[in-house]
């Protein structure tokens, strides 16, 4: 079972934000403002696009035709759920200028979010180091009786504090004097 894409969402968006909060804080890194919409987009993107092997999901209905197609050849939480997607969106984006580089990177978070949060989940990830390490082993980030299981109990409440904390962190990030600006 994997998670709703409305938590996927929100983890990743959270997970972004709260990667900038370290940069701005411990490195001093300063992105500028016309740099964020691109990584943002990618995020937003890349938290649903691994679950486009299962044609039940939120992505999956959307874009039925390739999903059905791609489930066909691919078993759910397989391929797509490896890190050799994440990591090789990451590189290729040091092959390109400004703009499409931040857009692959906010592509290669995106999707490295959504892994992480299903490493969360009831289900873990089977084949999560494809195509090294094993594909029988089912790895997870908590112990199975804290995963979350699909739009139950601690996935309700995940996501309630996940949009708390998305709103608070914008706060954190964006400086008064660019609200002062609109």
């Known amino acids: 079972k994997s998670m709703t894409h409305s938590t996927h969402v929100s983890f990743s968006l959270n ?5 900038m909060l370290l940069a701005l804080h411990c490195g001093n890194i300063f992105l500028e403002y016309s740099l964020f919409a691109p990584i943002l987009s990618g ?37 797509l759920h490896s890190l050799m997607a ?3 969106l990451c590189g290729l984006a040091f092959f390109f200028e400004e703009m499409l580089f931040y857009g692959l990177l906010g592509l290669s978070f995106g999707y490295l979010f ?21 594909r029988s082993l089912t790895y997870a980030l908590l112990p199975r009786r804290f995963r979350f299981k699909t739009n139950g109990f601690m996935e309700k409440h995940l996501r309630a504090l996940l949009g708390i904390s998305f709103f608070y962190q914008m706060y954190l990030i964006i400086p008064l004097e660019v609200v002062d600006d609109f």
């Not at 490493?119 to 084949?127: A, R």
């Open 43 to 79: 995020v937003i993107l890349c938290s649903l696009l691994p679950d486009l092997d299962e044609p039940k999901s939120y992505i999956g209905k959307k874009m039925f035709f390739i999903s059905n197609w791609t489930s066909f050849f691919l078993k759910h939480r397989g391929v």
């Open 15 to 19: 997970a972004l934000f709260f990667v």
């Open 86 to 88: 994440p990591l090789s």
């Open 114 to 134: 959504h892994l992480i949060a299903d490493l969360m989940s009831e289900g873990g990830i089977k084949g999560f180091f494809f195509p090294f390490g094993s």
